[in-house]
């Protein structure tokens, strides 16, 4: 399984950004969905999750009702809207597909096995 990240740049405060994650392979409606992001000199954090279906999502406090994940199925991506951008979410974002056949949403990085390269999403103040 391969992960394509794209959708990252530089927003103003307030702004909005959707970021799209195209995966490779046959087992992605298999597969739980995560995206995590890192700031520098800050460890890689959870952002949210995405069930197989797409029916159970999960975020983390900081970015809850500001963004929202879904997935394509038919189309192999998952996405990230994201809402109401503040500089404190300025990170490189990286989407994760948990193992095939784990279909749970997860919040630990280690809960994952492939990843994608990263976007850049920069907020400026």
């Known amino acids: 399984v391969q992960l394509q990240a794209s959708g990252g740049g530089l927003v103003q405060a307030g702004g909005s950004l959707r970021l799209s994650c195209a995966a490779s392979?046959?087992?992605?409606?298999?597969?739980?969905m995560g995206w995590f992001r890192q700031s520098p000199g800050k460890e890689r954090e959870f952002v949210a999750s995405?069930?197989?279906?797409?029916?159970?999502?999960y975020y983390d406090d900081a970015v809850k009702g500001r963004f929202t994940i879904s997935r394509d199925n038919a189309k192999n991506t998952v996405y990230l809207q994201m809402n109401n951008l503040k500089p404190e979410d300025t990170a490189v974002y990286y989407c994760?597909?948990?193992?095939?056949?784990?279909?749970?949403?997860?919040?630990?990085?280690?809960?994952?096995?492939?990843w994608g390269q990263g976007t850049q999403v920069t907020v400026s103040s």
């Open positions: 994760a597909a948990r193992y095939p056949g784990r279909t749970d949403v997860a919040d630990k990085g280690l809960e994952y096995t492939y």
């Open positions: 392979g046959r087992t992605f409606s298999t597969q739980a």
């Open positions: 995405i069930c197989w279906r797409g029916r159970d999502t």
